[in-house]
């Protein structure tokens, strides 16, 4: 650690009014001597996360900084990064999450354009971005969360407003320059209990996290969890499949939050949908569509698990809507209604509600919604215009006022005169079970206008062939539809939080030369 930021010891009791922002709403129902984070032998109580908390917040506070300044996190899932988490909001500042994934450059980049003031390092990030980060930041490590230990109870007392911004996100969604999200304590709040008033976990639960608490999906999982009192364990990597059912079966998991690249590899190159587990008892998937196939193998899987279609954005804390799980099979593709405290309308091009059958963008109200990008008014006043999120998703419903999304606006391929939805040519070529993961996007094409062509995974020891492909989507899309090529690879590109960026396949297939 460098400067003035050193830990200094407690300055007394706690006043009886606990009543703060996202960090005392968070802590508050887990018991002292239940686990709140687990990874492998290493383990965190509640109370000794409660202690972490106060002990950083009173490292934060002796740095003196004014307050609302931004402090960012690069290290990897656990204990420590959740005890960073909580205590730059809990000192009043606001913490700015950053992927492990990034660059040095990249990384301290982000650093100096959100102004951070220090920044709190773990794993592989204390060795490669600490030396070259600048004198004016200071560096927090588990050095510091060990070395003078502040316990809850003389924890230090900031006043929050819950109108002020407790994080930073960083988004880019899969074709976009990154921008940060603002969130609010306020924003965290109501999300958590809106997700809390459908999905119903308890202390008693044991969730799996594979998805990183720099992703709003990722950080969504721990608010809910560690605002019930449950216990989060944590997997490194999602690479190997096989490790994540393992982990579900030995660590007697009941909940499981997942993107719809990971669901790809345990459906089909892992022993998943074989293995019997009995504790899982709650599936959530979102972070974009799910094919039908696979949703499919995921229901006839030997599990006994509810699974939860969810959908949601950045720019709204992360949840927007959810199906239940009763109506999965009669409302095959919907991504349900709003949850608890969110409205959600979808409008056509002259501002009007569509009707059953008709597209138009989804617009979504709530406490949830962001205020907006961090320096960025134009921006702002385009997305969230009035407070109302317009998600840039189009879909329609039916007589029951379901959603269904069809595409990304920015994804739709032009061709032949037709507006092709990527995700139902995605859905269509995922019907052969010998691929593991598609991605379709339009090219430049001079007849077409845009030609579809598609990046594809296989299974592991398949030998399905571009032409199996291709005749699987003729039988089951429109000529127009058809992708004009198919080209293999090891995987899709992905992003931090595991999903597609479609953006790197256009250029990827853009360079493999043309159609032939």
């Avoid at 922002?21 to 687990?38: N, R």
């Avoid at 106060?54 to 004014?66: D, G």
């Avoid at 976990?201 to 990722?218: C, E, K, M, N, Q």
């Avoid at 006022?401 to 994804?411: C, K, L, M, P, Q």
Wanted: net charge negative; hydrophobic share 45%; aromatic share 6%.
């Amino acid at each position: 650690m460098r400067g003035k930021a050193a830990a200094r010891g407690a300055s007394g009791a706690a006043p009886a009014d606990d009543r703060q922002g996202v960090a005392e709403y968070l802590l508050q129902h887990g018991a002292d001597g239940a686990t709140a984070l687990s990874a492998g032998t290493a383990q965190r109580t509640y109370a000794q996360l409660r202690d972490d908390v106060a002990t950083l917040s009173r490292a934060l506070i002796a740095a003196e900084w004014e307050p609302r300044t931004p402090v960012a996190i690069m290290a990897p899932n656990g204990a420590f990064w959740a005890a960073a988490y909580l205590a730059i909001m809990h000192a009043g500042h606001v913490a700015v999450p950053l992927p492990t994934t990034l660059p040095v450059d990249e990384a301290l980049a982000r650093v100096r354009w959100v102004g951070a003031a220090g920044m709190f390092l773990g794993g592989r990030a204390i060795e490669s971005v600490g030396p070259a980060a600048s004198a004016d930041v200071d560096i927090f490590t588990e050095t510091t969360r060990d070395s003078a230990r502040v316990p809850w109870v003389d924890r230090p007392r900031p006043r929050i407003d819950l109108d002020d911004d407790a994080a930073y996100l960083f988004t880019s969604g899969t074709t976009g320059t990154p921008r940060a999200v603002r969130l609010t304590h306020r924003n965290i709040i109501a999300n958590t209990e809106s997700i809390l008033g459908y999905l119903h976990v308890s202390h008693s639960d044991r969730a799996l996290v594979v998805l990183p608490y720099t992703y709003v999906f990722g950080a969504s999982v721990l608010h809910t969890h560690l605002r019930v009192g449950a216990t989060l364990v944590e997997q490194t990597t999602t690479a190997y499949p096989e490790t994540t059912v393992n982990l579900l079966e030995s660590e007697k998991c009941t909940v499981f939050a997942a993107v719809p690249s990971i669901f790809h590899g345990l459906l089909r190159n892992s022993s998943f949908t074989r293995r019997r587990l009995p504790h899982l008892r709650i599936i959530q998937q979102a972070g974009g569509r799910l094919p039908p196939a696979l949703l499919r193998e995921l229901l006839a899987a030997d599990h006994n698990a509810d699974v939860f279609v969810m959908y949601g954005q950045t720019e709204a804390t992360a949840r927007l809507s959810a199906l239940d799980p009763a109506l999965l099979l009669s409302k095959p593709g919907s991504i349900g209604r709003g949850i608890p405290g969110v409205r959600l309308r979808v409008i056509d091009e002259e501002g009007q509600r569509v009707a059953p059958g008709e597209i138009g963008e989804i617009w979504a109200r709530g406490e949830n919604i962001s205020p907006g990008y961090l320096a960025d008014p134009e921006g702002s006043a385009a997305k969230m215009p009035d407070g109302e999120l317009h998600t840039g998703d189009l879909a329609t419903i039916d007589d029951e006022g379901f959603i269904y999304v069809v595409d990304r606006a920015e994804d739709f391929i032009k061709s032949w005169g037709y507006r092709v939805a990527s995700q139902e040519v995605e859905a269509a070529a995922m019907e052969l079970p010998d691929l593991v993961a598609v991605a379709a996007v339009g090219l430049p094409d001079e007849a077409a206008g845009e030609r579809v062509e598609l990046l594809a995974v296989a299974r592991r020891g398949s030998d399905v062939t571009a032409e199996q492909v291709i005749a699987r989507c003729r039988e089951l899309l429109p000529k127009y539809a058809v992708p004009a090529r198919v080209r293999f690879a090891d995987q899709l590109p992905l992003n931090a939080n595991g999903k597609v960026v479609k953006r790197d396949v256009r250029d990827l297939l853009m360079r493999t030369g043309t159609v032939g």
